[in-house]
């Protein structure tokens, strides 16, 4: 099945530097994926659309000069986390539609970023 | 904005058991699908049921949708240890798959 990745899975970084996290379609292509932050015992809140070729879209509250994307390639998606502070760590994952038919979205393990 | 909204559950049930969980929303919806994730991992889909299905089965797991009280429920028959996770539903509003997720279910199946 397909298969989606992200990298680091885990991070820790000082207050005030910035931190960038992968996410790959391994055996497929995804034009647009999607960028979500879960903080410890909630749910997965959106935070924006990676298009690739594009400029991301973002959810109403996220600061795009914050949480910068770049969707370089049909199999790569990047979020940097700019300036972190510790109410920035949380676990962030990422998805990809699988383009099926089914509407099937494949997600990535996920990072979680603690900022000290 | 949040869509799904599962009722605040927190099951604990006895391996063998079934368990139940439900899901509601606020607005008209595409799809509704629902998630498991395991603690401190990504997510894992479950099933995807459409706007226009009321029931989907798909091996120990049952759904339901009832667009005219724009809920959900999830069963899970049997139970296994390793059902232990929480789950989500999801709602896919926009036809584009942004997914607004629910708050989740913890579920604990005892060996």
């Known amino acids: 099945g397909a298969v989606v990745s992200q990298h680091p899975s885990r991070v820790i970084c000082k207050s005030g530097t910035s931190v960038k996290i992968e996410c790959r379609s391994l055996?497929?292509?995804?034009?647009?994926m999607f960028w979500y932050r879960q903080f410890p015992k909630q749910s997965l809140m959106l935070m924006a659309t990676?298009?690739?070729?594009?400029?991301?879209?973002?959810e109403q509250g996220v600061e795009k000069d914050k949480f910068l994307i770049n969707h370089a390639s049909l199999t790569l998606s990047t979020l940097t986390v700019t300036s972190a502070h510790p109410e920035d760590s949380s676990f962030y994952i990422c998805?990809?539609?699988?383009?099926?038919?089914?509407?099937?979205?494949?997600f990535g393990p996920g990072t979680r970023l603690t900022v000290l | 904005s949040q869509q799904g909204e599962e009722d605040p559950q927190a099951l604990s049930i006895q391996e063998g058991e079934n368990a139940t969980m439900n899901c509601s929303y606020k607005?008209?919806?595409?799809?509704l699908q629902w998630y498991r994730q395991n603690s401190g991992r990504g997510l894992v889909h479950l099933i995807l049921?459409?706007?226009?299905?009321r029931e989907k089965h798909s091996g120990r797991l049952r759904v339901t949708l009832d667009t005219s009280k724009k809920s959900s429920s999830l069963l899970i028959t049997a139970s296994r240890a390793a059902d232990t996770a929480s789950y989500f539903c999801?709602?896919?509003?926009?036809?584009?798959?942004?997914?607004?997720f629910g708050k989740g279910n913890q579920v604990v199946v005892i060996p």
């Open positions: 998805s990809a539609p699988s383009g099926r038919a089914s509407d099937e979205q494949f």
């Open positions: 055996d497929f292509q995804a034009t647009t």
């Open positions: 990676s298009n690739e070729g594009s400029k991301a879209t973002y």
């Open positions: 607005t008209s919806i595409n799809n």
């Open positions: 049921i459409r706007s226009n299905e």
């Open positions: 999801a709602t896919d509003v926009g036809g584009n798959n942004r997914l607004a």
